[in-house]
């Protein structure tokens, strides 16, 4: 049943306590409840989105997947994106004595991500990001429209700089053992 059709019904009931107020009543908190949880879901995938179009925008150009050492440099690109806004808060927090707390909010959160970012990449489970020095993974990064709503294709998955650097050693290992 619509919630604007519950709605109309308990507008209708007469005593607030009576049983067929309550049972709609409960009907309209389990429809909010539902609704807060598709915008959680929702803000997730936004979120996740404009990670990956800041990486898909670095990649634009790019034909070929990438190297171990390439997508750690990338990642560490990604890690320092605010830099010229955190500069740009401390030029004018510097001003005067009466803009020392103008954008300490912004800067706050901006500190706060950074730093989540760069403990979950650097000694962490890893940042999730598609992996982009698999060549069938790169390729379908590449399709990707934008969209929030097409995440769910992509294969997704927690990269770290312990797991970067320890693939590329033990690769280094093979072709030394090769030779």
Same mark, same amino acid.
């Given at each position: 049943?619509?919630? =604007? %059709?519950?709605?109309?019904?308990?507008?209708?009931? *007469?005593h607030p306590k009576s049983r067929k107020t309550l049972a709609l009543t409960r009907k309209v908190k389990k429809i909010n +409840?539902?609704?807060?949880?598709?915008?959680?879901?929702a803000a997730k995938a936004n979120l996740v989105g404009k990670k990956l179009a800041w990486f898909a925008e670095q990649l634009a150009e790019r034909q070929t997947p990438l190297t171990k050492s390439e997508f750690e440099e990338l990642i560490d690109g990604y890690l320092q994106r605010f830099d010229k806004e955190l500069e740009q808060i401390r030029i004018v927090q510097s001003i005067g004595k009466h803009r020392a707390t103008q954008h300490a909010a912004r800067e706050?959160?901006? *500190?706060?991500?950074?730093? %989540?970012? *760069?403990?979950?990449? +650097? @000694?962490g489970g890893g940042i999730e990001l598609p992996d982009l020095c698999d060549a069938t993974n790169f390729k379908l990064f =590449?399709?990707?429209?934008? @969209?929030?709503?097409?995440i769910q294709h992509l294969t997704l998955k927690f990269v770290s700089r312990k797991s970067l650097r320890s693939s590329s050693a033990s690769k280094v290992n093979v072709d030394r053992m090769d030779e």
């Open positions: 049943m619509p919630k =604007q %059709t519950i709605l109309k019904e308990l507008a209708k009931c *007469k +409840n539902r609704e807060k949880i598709k915008l959680g879901h706050a959160v901006i *500190k706060t991500t950074i730093d %989540t970012e *760069k403990l979950n990449f +650097n @000694s =590449q399709e990707w429209d934008g @969209s929030a709503a097409t």
